[in-house]
């Protein structure tokens, strides 16, 4: 017997047709002995809905009636799949996040997770056999009591987070795709699923552009050891072998991982930005002056490229924004010109951001050698680089970024 925490996103819980299948995949587990704890999403499109509603209410809302609007999406999914479960003889009952209670940051919208209250939940596993149907994307805030949202795609955190509150012994992420694969496969064709990576490779592929999970459930995976399962929900619940290993991608500890690759994939966003600001003096708390201000307005600053000056008076500095903080970012520079003292700013919104990640560049020289040598022979201009330990990114022209991907992909040996 088995603790697993089953979590279905929008397309899997899309109508009740869907929601029934939900239900079949659930009692597989159930009918193996295994305790379960299923987490939801909203039905596909509800969420938007939602968010387009209280835009329309108006433009500029108060944050915690807009999360008291958009949690009742998860609401809904919780209970009809309740009551279908109840309905094919499960035992099942739905819990909200300020029933369990989940605790978390008074920051509506995009609150972090605080605690959660899983003793109940384990009580009824025991007790009576009970599914826990818990609504995914919402809290509460504990002193004020107000309903809280952890951000777009935040069912996958709820689920990694209960997963480590009920000490589950994996976190299943039932999806439209059958597991994280080494790069977007409408990109290229040939990109392959992966059977296992490690959290930290994780992590980086879905900040960087992979749209899997939310890069906090990762974070929250890592830190808990809690094994997650990427898999699909399209697969028939009766062609599943419930002792068997279905086809997925397991988020694991790098030492679980036997045969590592050097690159294990390739990732890439075209929401970007560069911004480059020019002659700015070179002389200590230029950068706390340039990057204090975006900070303030809550512009997330990526790339930060710094030449060291050549003549010791002045220097370049180049960054990445998102591409929709590009305008706001070249607004809060101009204003801060004279505190900064640059001399003007250039940039451009065409960029895309590839950066090919892997645990083996720890160890092997020249990995990233080999991609400049690649995208050179393509005639594919680099505008910055940055590295860290277990990836590195290069900034190009947009156009060329299918270009780039599949060069790599082939380059570092992705392509079966
Ligand atoms: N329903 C929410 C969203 O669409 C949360 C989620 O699905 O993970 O962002
Ligand atoms: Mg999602």
């Excluded at 919780?78 to 029933?99: D, F, K, V, Y």
């Excluded at 512009?299 to 710094?306: A, L, P």
């Amino acid at each position: 017997m088995a603790r697993l925490v089953m979590k279905f996103g929008g397309t899997s819980v899309a109508d009740i047709d869907r929601i029934r299948n939900v239900a079949q995949h659930v009692k597989r587990e159930v009918d193996a002995g295994h305790e379960v704890a299923v987490v939801v999403s909203a039905m596909s499109g509800k969420t938007n809905e939602l968010v387009a509603w209280c835009r329309a209410a108006a433009p500029l809302h108060d944050a915690r009636e807009y999360d008291a609007v958009v949690a009742s999406g998860e609401q809904v999914t919780a209970g009809l799949l309740a009551i279908t479960l109840e309905g094919i003889g499960i035992n099942a009952r739905s819990w909200q996040g300020w029933q369990l209670p989940i605790t978390t940051s008074n920051a509506h919208g995009s609150a972090r997770i605080e605690d959660i209250n899983g003793a109940e939940l384990i009580k009824r596993f025991k007790e009576r056999k009970e599914v826990a149907v818990v609504s995914g994307f919402q809290g509460v805030h504990k002193e004020s009591g107000r309903i809280t949202t952890l951000g777009r795609g935040g069912s996958d955190t709820s689920a990694v987070a209960i997963a480590a509150a009920i000490k589950a012994d994996r976190c299943d992420i039932y999806t439209d795709v059958d597991g994280v694969y080494t790069t977007d496969p409408r990109v290229v064709p040939k990109a392959q699923r992966m059977d296992k990576i490690a959290f930290e490779e994780m992590l980086e592929l879905a900040s960087l552009g992979a749209k899997v999970l939310q890069v906090r459930s990762v974070e929250l995976g890592m830190v808990h050891k809690v094994p997650i399962f990427v898999r699909s929900s399209f697969d028939k619940p009766e062609d599943i072998d419930p002792h068997g290993t279905p086809p997925g991608t397991l988020i694991c500890d790098e030492e679980d991982i036997v045969e590592q690759q050097v690159v294990t994939g390739i990732a890439f966003s075209k929401d970007e930005a560069q911004i480059s600001v020019r002659h700015v003096p070179d002389k200590p708390g230029v950068a706390a002056a340039i990057f204090g201000p975006l900070a303030e307005a809550s512009i997330n600053v990526d790339m930060i490229v710094q030449n060291v000056s050549a003549d010791g008076a002045t220097t370049d500095l180049t960054f990445t924004v998102p591409a929709a903080d590009y305008q706001r970012s070249v607004d809060v520079l101009g204003k801060a010109k004279t505190a900064i003292g640059f001399d003007h700013l250039d940039g451009s919104q065409e960029v895309a951001k590839v950066s090919v990640i892997g645990i083996g560049m720890r160890s092997h020289a020249g990995v990233a050698a080999e991609a400049f040598k690649a995208l050179a022979a393509r005639g594919v201009n680099i505008r910055a680089i940055t590295t860290s330990e277990i990836k590195f990114s290069v900034l190009i022209d947009a156009a060329y970024t299918e270009l780039a991907v599949r060069t790599l992909h082939s380059l570092y040996g992705l392509d079966k």
